[in-house]
């Protein structure tokens, strides 16, 4: 699976062939395969592929058309209810609603999400992920009938490609990777490792697009605003603290 991991590619044109049902059970259990904290699998994965249920979707996702084309949309979510229950009859308090295992859950979620992707991958599929999940998580919550202690994190949409987009361009190494201990960027450091990024035709296009005069300002002008951040940050605490992770007694 090495080779499809350097080769990832974020699809958004699907053909419409519905997946067999052996193949997607084998990305499934790939991600029942990933690491959880303390092997409690806090996540449920909801996989929908009925139209009408995508369609609905489709609003969730600021009308992404692929969220209705792949033929397979996976939600992954955080998820304490199943584990509650489990303790409730067992005779064990759980002691679960708070933040911390909001947090444990959610990285329990995302680690099952990117097993399923390398394992679609590996399969020739096509996926992409859909950062969307948590600006509309309230609405979701309402299409995918999520009870009490379950919040969606993250969507991935999947099928077979019909499209072969180039792989998308990433910081070198050196700019992620910090030996022993974290050592701070000099503005110097900061403008060689973005200094390709920004001289890319791609990007160049983005800030004509977007008439601005960097790519920085693309990202905090136009892009990810910070009216917009604190707008979706405070709805989607909301949906936590609703859905029964927040309880700081």
Same mark, same amino acid.
């Given at each position: 699976?090495?080779?499809?991991?350097?080769?990832?590619?974020?699809?958004?044109?699907?053909?419409?062939?519905?997946?067999?049902?052996?193949?997607?059970?084998?990305?499934?259990?790939?991600?029942?395969?990933?690491?959880?904290?303390?092997?409690?699998?806090?996540?449920?994965?909801?996989?929908?592929?009925?139209?009408?249920?995508?369609?609905?979707?489709?609003?969730?996702?600021?009308?992404?058309?692929?969220?209705?084309?792949?033929?397979?949309?996976?939600?992954?979510?955080?998820?304490?209810?199943?584990?509650?229950?489990?303790?409730?009859?067992?005779?064990?308090?759980?002691?679960?609603?708070?933040?911390?295992?909001?947090?444990?859950?959610?990285?329990?979620?995302?680690?099952?999400?990117?097993?399923?992707? $390398?394992?679609?991958?590996?399969?020739?599929?096509?996926?992409?992920?859909? =950062?969307? *999940?948590?600006? !509309?998580?309230? +609405?979701? #919550?309402?299409?995918?009938?999520?009870?009490?202690?379950?919040?969606? $994190?993250?969507?991935?949409?999947?099928?077979?490609?019909?499209?072969?987009? =180039?792989? *998308?361009?990433? !910081?070198?190494? +050196?700019? #992620?990777?910090?030996?022993?201990?974290?050592?701070?960027?000099?503005?110097?450091?900061?403008?060689?490792?973005?200094?390709?990024?920004?001289?890319?035709?791609?990007?160049?296009?983005?800030?004509?697009?977007?008439?601005?005069?960097?790519?920085?300002?693309?990202?905090?002008?136009?892009?990810?605003?910070?009216?917009?951040?604190?707008?979706?940050?405070?709805?989607?605490?909301?949906?936590?603290?609703?859905?029964?992770?927040?309880?700081?007694?």
């Amino acid at each position: 699976m090495i080779e499809s991991i350097f080769n990832h590619r974020s699809i958004r044109k699907y053909k419409s062939i519905a997946l067999e049902k052996e193949l997607l059970d084998f990305v499934l259990l790939a991600a029942t395969r990933a690491s959880t904290t303390g092997n409690m699998q806090l996540y449920s994965i909801v996989v929908t592929q009925d139209q009408d249920v995508k369609e609905q979707l489709l609003g969730c996702h600021f009308n992404q058309e692929m969220v209705k084309e792949a033929p397979v949309v996976l939600t992954f979510c955080a998820d304490i209810n199943r584990f509650n229950k489990w303790c409730e009859i067992s005779k064990a308090k759980p002691a679960y609603d708070n933040f911390l295992f909001f947090f444990t859950a959610a990285i329990d979620a995302l680690l099952a999400a990117q097993n399923a992707c $390398i394992a679609a991958e590996e399969k020739e599929l096509g996926i992409c992920y859909l =950062g969307t *999940t948590i600006y !509309l998580a309230d +609405k979701i #919550i309402e299409v995918l009938s999520l009870p009490k202690g379950v919040v969606p $994190i993250t969507t991935v949409v999947m099928g077979y490609p019909d499209e072969k987009p =180039g792989l *998308t361009d990433r !910081l070198p190494l +050196k700019a #992620i990777v910090h030996d022993d201990c974290y050592k701070d960027y000099s503005d110097q450091l900061i403008r060689e490792l973005f200094a390709e990024k920004e001289n890319m035709d791609l990007y160049k296009d983005f800030i004509k697009e977007n008439e601005v005069e960097t790519l920085a300002q693309v990202f905090t002008e136009k892009r990810y605003k910070k009216s917009d951040n604190l707008h979706f940050s405070n709805a989607f605490l909301q949906v936590i603290e609703k859905q029964g992770f927040m309880n700081n007694e």
